[in-house]
């Protein structure tokens, strides 16, 4: 299965020196969005300092250079302004929308839709201007190759389907067009048809000949195709369709006049300036000239094969070497490792795009959940996508998923985007990868590489598991309280307590109190950053301040008292991650620490920002008051399940040996850990009492990827996360979360916890 690129070799290493942003990344998600090259932007950039670009209804200039866009775009798709006309929007959806509102239907007219095309298309169908609205399956549509029929001019109707699928990448042909536009649909009598052809997936890396095809309306996005600029968009308008269009609104710069006393106006001639309400994005649509001259300066037209043929030769090798990797991965029972969703074999370009769709199995056949498969890529620096990506229709045929079953996915809580990835032992999704000119086969087998590590089980040399041969823990009588954890600065190291600690009414009093922001006020997290961990902070209660430890740097000392007095402007507004959701009103703590945390991390821009004590933050569950933690005031962890979970681990292969359970504790990052006679118990808790304090437990703590990272030296492992997925059928889930019972007083001395009190948990 070796891959001979298209490429020369001077070619591929020009690439490669264009992306070096991208490291140690591995970025397979190209049908999210392609990357755009380093010199495209500096070019861009310079052409915007160089220049001075005015409002297009001010200048003649700027107008003539986006005439001049429109011209190269166009040409990209081998037809001219006589032929097509084309109106800039904001992307492919605000395309379809504008075809979906303004279509004239005739009056019995009708709409239909591809099933599996993307949420965009299916919302077409609150606002168009027919009853008449009709799905389409797949194999009905692919049928109209060889229908043989004949449309009139009776009704004005609609067909919207993609050009290519962007779930799986299979692509539709496009002699579809022509033979809907003359023959109509097989079972919607003689009605004309006209065609609305999304190809916001299909154009990213494959040739649209307008010339040779010709529906009436195309949609794109072009950031699909150059990665920049975003939110840019255009809606191709054949000749013959410009009629089928009416607007009602007009905005800035449609209408050659406009009265505001009477109801009067004047649209403008020409299609583009009637849809292009007010100023148009012309700084970004001249940014498109770097991207097409970017392109072909680096996959230059060759062998009588254009620029785009050259990539869409190349994305598809990808696949298909993908595509034939993953499908001949066995486990050590002969099952397959992956179940993928295609319908092709990768045998044909002209059929199939460069995306490859799969779910991962465990040697029983069962499936491991998509989130699980996100964050161990995430681990590995592989970037890749995972759900539904906007295309129902597609999941559900492909997945075999019934109506009743979606509508039982979401009763149990599934929503569009979330990760709750298995019901009852279901994919909600599946996995994809997809690949831009600028993939090599080395990222297609690092990937590869993470799917044997974290899924294809290893034994030992005797045949047993390690879980069967590791010897029983010990038991306790009574539980009880081993340490208290509190994290001051959230996803730095921990400030574990032996002895006791106060109480506030957010929780721990310190804990999870600051927070470190980036140059653009963006919370730092492990996830990022993993040497985080490596700072730890320390509470000293009697001189009030905090010290700083790395092992590379001298201790730093933050007084608090520096920080109880601040006017408005040393308030900052904080862009809280989507962790926490929240916008959170801070104060910032000064330079020099700010210095010595971008020291301490090699990361310049940061810093230190704590939160106000006007701030009120409550976790909904409960509606309690909570710091800056993701969630509710306490986490609790049982040793004894995380000994139990180390048990179950086949190898620790990263480390070459099995960490200590101090420190396999300290990933969890519980700030209350205690231990049981029994492993799991605190799943079935309902409410806990710790010494004389009571707690209701407002359930489990959902593990991301952060549980993989060392936090003694930072290093990334794929365990335990995916031992967790396993041992819970693909409920990443561990550990519970408290929050006290009744209001408390902060510096109030009755308000303690203290370590080897004992530990109740009560069931119901």
């Excluded at 075809?99 to 019995?108: G, I, N, Q, R, T």
């Excluded at 609104?249 to 209408?255: A, C, E, F, I, P």
């Amino acid at each position: 299965m070796d891959l001979h690129s298209p490429y020369t070799t001077e070619e591929a290493i020009a690439i490669e020196k264009e992306f070096t942003r991208v490291k140690e990344k591995c970025y397979l998600d190209h049908a999210g969005t392609t990357l755009y090259a380093e010199s495209q932007i500096q070019a861009a950039c310079e052409k915007l300092a160089q220049n001075l670009y005015c409002n297009p209804h001010t200048s003649r200039t700027t107008e003539d250079l986006l005439d001049q866009v429109r011209y190269r775009v166009l040409r990209h798709f081998n037809t001219r302004s006589s032929e097509y006309s084309l109106i800039f929007t904001s992307g492919t959806t605000a395309s379809l929308k504008i075809v979906a509102e303004c279509y004239d239907f005739d009056p019995e007219g009708a709409f239909v839709y591809l099933k599996d095309s993307h949420t965009s298309v299916l919302g077409m169908r609150e606002i168009v201007g027919t009853e008449r609205i009709y799905p389409i399956e797949r194999k009905q549509l692919l049928k109209q190759i060889e229908f043989d029929g004949r449309s009139s001019n009776e009704h004005s109707s609609l067909v919207v389907f993609p050009a290519q699928c962007n779930f799986n990448g299979v692509k539709y042909p496009l002699e579809l067009i022509q033979k809907i536009q003359t023959d109509g649909i097989e079972g919607y009598g003689k009605e004309q048809f006209r065609v609305c052809l999304d190809a916001a997936s299909f154009v990213s890396t494959s040739f649209l000949d307008l010339s040779k095809y010709q529906p009436d309306f195309v949609c794109l996005s072009f950031y699909k195709v150059f990665g920049y600029p975003t939110g840019l968009g255009a809606l191709l308008v054949h000749r013959s369709a410009t009629n089928l269009l009416n607007k009602k609104y007009y905005g800035g710069g449609t209408v050659k006049i406009a009265m505001s006393g009477r109801n009067f106006h004047v649209k403008r001639d020409s299609l583009a300036e009637r849809f292009e309400d007010g100023t148009i994005a012309f700084t970004s649509i001249i940014a498109l000239l770097q991207g097409f001259e970017t392109l072909e300066r680096l996959v230059p037209s060759s062998a009588g094969l254009r620029s785009i043929e050259r990539i869409s030769q190349q994305t598809f090798h990808l696949g298909r070497y993908c595509f034939q990797r993953l499908k001949a991965l066995r486990h050590s029972n002969g099952t397959e490792v992956v179940r993928l969703y295609h319908d092709s074999e990768f045998s044909d370009r002209r059929l199939q795009g460069g995306i490859v769709n799969f779910n991962i199995l465990h040697e029983d056949g069962t499936f491991v959940g998509f989130a699980e498969v996100s964050y161990m890529a995430s681990i590995h620096n592989i970037v890749l996508r995972t759900g539904c990506f906007c295309n129902p229709g597609a999941c559900q045929r492909l997945l075999e998923l019934t109506d009743d079953d979606i509508l039982k996915q979401f009763d149990a809580g599934h929503v569009c985007g979330d990760a709750n990835d298995l019901i009852d032992g279901q994919p909600t999704g599946s996995v994809r990868v997809s690949f831009g000119y600028m993939t090599r086969k080395e990222d297609i087998d690092r990937l590869i590489e993470m799917i044997e590590k974290c899924y294809i089980r290893k034994s030992l040399a005797n045949g047993l598991t390690r879980a069967q041969i590791v010897s029983n823990y010990k038991t306790h009588d009574q539980p009880r309280l081993k340490m208290i954890c509190l994290f001051p600065i959230k996803s730095c190291g921990a400030f574990k307590v032996t002895t006791r600690w106060p109480l506030s009414h957010k929780g721990l009093k310190h804990d999870r109190e600051f927070v470190i922001v980036d140059e653009n006020g963006v919370a730092v997290t492990q996830k990022k950053l993993t040497e985080m961990c490596l700072i730890r902070p320390r509470i000293d209660l009697n001189n009030n301040e905090m010290i700083l430890s790395h092992p590379s740097m001298d201790d730093f000392v933050l007084d608090f008292t520096s920080l109880s007095d601040v006017d408005d402007t040393q308030q900052v507004k904080l862009c809280q991650t989507k962790v926490c959701q929240d916008n959170i009103q801070a104060i910032d703590c000064g330079d020099e620490v700010a210095d010595w945390i971008s020291v301490a991390l090699q990361t310049s821009g940061l810093r230190l920002l704590k939160q106000s004590d006007e701030e009120v933050r409550t976790f909904q569950k409960s509606e309690k008051e909570i710091s800056l933690s993701n969630q509710a005031q306490f986490l609790l962890i049982n040793q004894t399940s995380v000994r139990w979970l180390a048990e179950k681990v086949p190898d620790w292969d990263e480390l070459h040996e099995e960490p200590a359970l101090e420190s396999l504790v300290d990933r969890f990052r519980g700030n209350l850990i205690v231990e049981t006679s029994n492993a799991m118990e605190e799943c079935d808790w309902k409410q806990v009492t710790i010494g004389v304090m009571e707690f209701g437990v407002d359930g489990p703590c959902s593990r991301c990827q952060m549980i993989c990272i060392d936090q003694g030296s930072g290093i990334k492992t794929t365990e335990p996360l995916r031992t967790i997925a396993r041992e819970f059928k693909g409920k990443m889930r561990f550990g519970v979360y408290l929050s006290h019972v009744g209001m408390l007083r902060d510096g109030s001395d009755e308000q303690w916890l203290y370590c080897n009190c004992t530990v109740q948990g009560l069931v119901a």
